[in-house]
């Protein structure tokens, strides 16, 4: 069963299938809370991961780059001890090393959607050498997963779906490569 079949109607993937999932982002802070929640996905359910969003805002100062790179030890143990994130401690790490990170990228693109814009279209095996070689804690699935909820690649609803014919309104960066084949 694909998610466009068991997301509707489900109080966490309804909303995020209906409104979120594979919709364009372009905010530094919303990519960085999808990388950072994708990141703290792995080996767990996207259920886990929805329930604790707040908790997750909460913890990183709303994802500001700037405040989360700026952590310290204090920090990193508030977040080791708070019940209501993901108290992994290479995935709370892996955010405080990777917003210290996007502040570079900043510097040389001007914003996280800037780089990603810079380096598409790539196949989704040179994005995840590319993120292995940028960020902390980014294998195959996390990367693949965050580029396709942002809508850098194809492939979170079936064409038969409403909520793909949304995203098609919305030119995503995968479907502008596609009309131009």
Known sequence: MSYCDAAPGH???GP???AEY????????ALFERLVLEINQAGLSWLTI?????AFRAAYAGFDIDKVAAFKAKDRDRLLKDAGIIRNRLKVEAAIENARRLQAIRESHGSFAGWLDAHHPLPKEQWVKL???TFRFTGGEIVGEFLMSTGYLPGA??????????????????????RKK
């Open 157 to 178: 609803h079936r064409v038969d779906c409403p909520v793909y014919r949304t995203i098609q309104r919305l030119k995503p960066a995968w479907m502008l490569i596609e």
């Open 16 to 18: 995020y299938h209906e």
């Open 22 to 29: 594979g919709f364009p982002l372009k905010g530094d802070a």
């Open 131 to 133: 993120f292995k070689q």
């Open 50 to 54: 929805l329930k604790k969003r707040d």
């Open 11 to 13: 109080p966490f993937h």
